[in-house]
């Protein structure tokens, strides 16, 4: 569990983070939502420690993020996956070494150990027959695959997820959001998935906030927002095309009834 303590953060004269207050649960993919702009990524940032904020409080299971200094927060990051947009893949690095980069920094594991814990991870996301090729040689959907495995390899408890289906089509990005979601039960990891995709926030929005230009406007599950009537909220969701769709499904279902 994080929790989130009125955080504020300021660059030069603009507040990008205004009070915002949250508790993102344990074994939940929660879900970080709002148009391009309103903050999601520098929260993020902010909930990693990569971004000091300007006031406010980030506690993880109780230990303060926003007291530590720099070696107890490179403890804590030992416990944190990250998958950033993009893949942020090494181009020079086979598959297999990529999803090995983590341990080799973090662990003093044999080299057999090693390659083990990788080809877990990797067939852990369906991906058993890329281990020697490199990222240039496989899609974008592969390239995200590799990521995930890369960002579970040291068995985080904490993951973060920035746009992770950025620049997917459609179908692989349902896949990526499953296969985010089903790993974070197996293993009751706490998931962060900042998205503007509504499809997704349908598929696997256990909990989610809404940041309105840098302030938490909302807060509820997938079903919750259906019937919310936040104005802020609702112009953010139907301004997805899937939502028009559905608004016309219901409007013509109405009118039949
Ligand atoms: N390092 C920075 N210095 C100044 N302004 C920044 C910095 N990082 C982000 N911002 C501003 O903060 C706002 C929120 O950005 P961001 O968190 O990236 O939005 P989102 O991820 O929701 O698209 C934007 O207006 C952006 O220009
Ligand atoms: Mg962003």
Same mark, same amino acid.
């Given at each position: 569990m994080i929790e989130v303590k009125h955080i504020c953060k300021s660059f030069e004269e603009k507040d990008v983070?205004?009070?915002?207050?949250?508790?993102?649960?344990?074994?939940?993919? !929660?879900?970080?939502?709002?148009?391009?702009?309103?903050?999601?990524?520098? =929260?993020?940032?902010?909930?990693?420690? #990569? @971004?000091?904020?300007?006031?406010?409080?980030?506690?993880?299971d109780e230990r303060k993020l926003t007291a530590m200094r720099k070696p107890e927060l490179k403890m804590l990051r030992r416990e944190m996956g990250m998958l950033f947009q993009g893949s942020a893949l090494f181009d020079s690095m086979t598959v297999l070494e990529n999803v090995m980069f983590p341990l080799d920094m973090f662990t003093h594991e044999s080299w057999k150990e090693r390659e083990k814990r990788a080809k877990f991870c990797l067939e852990r996301v369906n991906l058993t027959d890329a281990n020697d090729m490199y990222p240039g040689e496989i899609s974008g959907g592969m390239m995200k695959r590799v990521a995930i495995?890369?960002?579970?390899?040291? !068995?985080?408890?904490?993951?973060?997820?920035?746009?992770?289906?950025?620049? =997917?089509?459609?179908?692989?990005?349902? #896949? @990526?959001?499953?296969?985010?979601?089903?790993?974070?039960?197996e293993y009751n990891m706490t998931t962060v998935i900042n998205t503007h995709d509504m499809n997704s926030v349908m598929n696997i929005g256990e909990k989610i906030i809404f940041i309105f230009e840098g302030e938490k406007a909302w807060e509820g599950t997938k079903d919750e927002i259906m019937t919310s009537t936040n104005e802020k909220l609702n112009d953010f969701v139907f301004a997805s095309d899937l939502f028009k769709k559905v608004k016309k499904i219901e409007n013509w279902v109405n009118e039949e009834g």
């Open positions: 983070l205004r009070d915002i207050s949250t508790v993102f649960d344990k074994g939940k993919t !929660n879900l970080i939502i709002g148009r391009s702009g309103s903050g999601k990524t520098v =929260l993020m940032k902010t909930l990693i420690g #990569l @971004i000091r904020p300007s006031s406010g409080e980030i506690l993880y495995a890369r960002s579970i390899a040291l !068995n985080p408890k904490y993951l973060f997820c920035d746009e992770p289906n950025s620049g =997917l089509d459609p179908k692989t990005a349902l #896949l @990526i959001d499953d296969l985010i979601h089903d790993i974070t039960k």
